[in-house]
Nanobody, 116 residues
Framework: QVQLVESGGGLVQAGGSLRLSCAAS????????MGWYRQAPGKQRELLAT???????NYKDSVKGRYTISRDNSRKTVYLQMDSLKPEDTAVYYC??????????WGQGTQVTVSS
């Protein structure tokens, strides 16, 4: 049974920081590209950042310099450090583990709310 469990969301003031975690089980974590997405009310889910098995990272332009994705293969956990948060960052944040089109898994999401 594959499980991705996000944690670390919450309410923060604009300019503040949060660190999201996503703990994986049931997969060979080190073989998966890990990603963070978010979905705001009335909007489509959008890709924020990915980290490949090699450790190579990619970011959506709007979060570059503010968000940092990292992974700890020994803990089977991926992180998203979010700094300089803005009200428009308010959304449900989702963790994704992708090996291929079949082995593509999602967490349940964690709410991030940034107050102005």
């Amino acid at each position: 049974q594959v499980q991705l469990v996000e944690s670390g969301g919450g309410l923060v003031q604009a300019g503040g920081s949060l660190r999201l975690s996503c703990a994986a089980s049931g997969i060979n974590f080190s073989l998966y590209t890990m990603g963070w997405y978010r979905q705001a009310p009335g909007k489509q889910r959008e890709l924020l950042a990915t980290i490949a098995t090699s450790g190579t990272t990619n970011y959506k332009d709007s979060v570059k310099g503010r968000y940092t994705i990292s992974r700890d293969n020994s803990r089977k956990t991926v992180y998203l450090q979010m700094d300089s948060l803005k009200p428009e960052d308010t959304a449900v944040y989702y963790c994704n583990a992708r090996y291929d089109s079949i082995r593509d898994f999602w967490g349940q999401g964690t709410q991030v709310t940034v107050s102005s």
